[in-house]
């Protein structure tokens, strides 16, 4: 088993849905923006619908773990983290997450917010962070 080190003075932001997570890192007061974008997207859903309802559920289930995977990785190198956008997709990934004892150090918070422009994501993490 590895054990994951990470700087609590590191903060992540991550504007997510289903499709794909803006990560934010905030560091001296600037932000800088990684894509992570899930594989399941609306032309492989339909594709899927066409062939089998069944199928296309274990796909979905499949490719939406291995999106919340991704995320994850990226989250156990910070020491504070807020998830948040439109979605039950952040509440999902927080469940996932306190699930697991490798994130238990990390702070990790949910916040419901409207879809938003990049600057307005930025915005909202920076103002996350500066006010906490």
Known sequence: MTTTTHNSNNKLGIWMDHSAAHLIEFTNGSAVTKTIASKFTTDVKKLSLNKNENLMHNKEQHQQAE????????????????????????????NILKANHNFEKIKIETQQTDKMTENQQHAFVKDYFTTS
């Open 67 to 94: 999106y919340y995977n991704k995320i994850g990785e990226e989250i156990r190198n910070y020491g504070e983290v807020i998830l948040f956008g439109p979605t039950n997709a952040k509440v999902e990934l927080f």
